[in-house]
């Protein structure tokens, strides 16, 4: 046996990104200069082809600002970015159990969380500008707190 880790995060790449949508709804007198804050809702779902050996992470993302009483009516935005990976030894990383469930390697499911809410923080900056959300900037956290257990 190998010492020799099997996650090598030089062996995943992304092979796909589509921004499935975005919309941000602001009323018509919205005043951008009283948001004082934001809500944020997001969610991570990973799901695996096991065969073509990618993985598919699907981020959403729900955004609300919090003025300071100047709006009568808060601003909404809602996106969903769809990223795909190619790992080139997803098989070693992964164990199909009974129903279709797959176990995943820790640090694999880390390296999906964390690029893909990385990049869509990118991407959420230059959408924002000019918007009720200019000043919105996705928050930095510990990607493991994306993924679900079952």
């Known amino acids: 046996?190998?010492?020799?880790?099997?996650?090598?995060?030089?062996?995943?790449?992304?092979?796909?990104?589509?921004?499935?949508?975005?919309?941000?709804?602001?009323?018509?007198?919205?005043?951008?200069?009283?948001?004082?804050?934001?809500?944020?809702?997001?969610?991570?779902?990973?799901?695996?082809?096991?065969?073509?050996?990618?993985?598919?992470?699907?981020?959403?993302?729900?955004?609300?600002?919090?003025?300071?009483g100047s709006n009568a009516t808060e601003s909404d935005g809602k996106y969903h970015f769809i990223y795909i990976y190619k790992v080139e030894n997803i098989e070693e990383l992964t164990t199909l159990r009974e129903g279709g469930?797959?176990?995943?390697?820790?640090?694999l499911a880390n390296a999906i969380s964390?690029?893909?809410?990385?990049?869509?923080?990118?991407?959420?900056l230059t959408r924002m500008q000019g918007t009720a959300f200019q000043q919105f900037i996705l928050p930095i956290i510990d990607p493991t707190r994306l993924l679900k257990t079952n």
């Open 114 to 124: 964390a690029i893909s809410y990385s990049t869509s923080r990118g991407i959420l």
């Open 101 to 107: 469930l797959v176990d995943v390697d820790a640090n």
């Open 1 to 68: 046996m190998s010492d020799k880790p099997k996650f090598d995060p030089e062996k995943i790449s992304m092979v796909e990104f589509k921004l499935a949508s975005g919309l941000i709804d602001t009323p018509e007198d919205f005043v951008t200069e009283a948001v004082r804050n934001f809500d944020i809702e997001n969610t991570l779902e990973i799901s695996f082809s096991m065969e073509q050996k990618l993985v598919k992470a699907d981020f959403t993302i729900k955004l609300k600002t919090k003025s300071n």
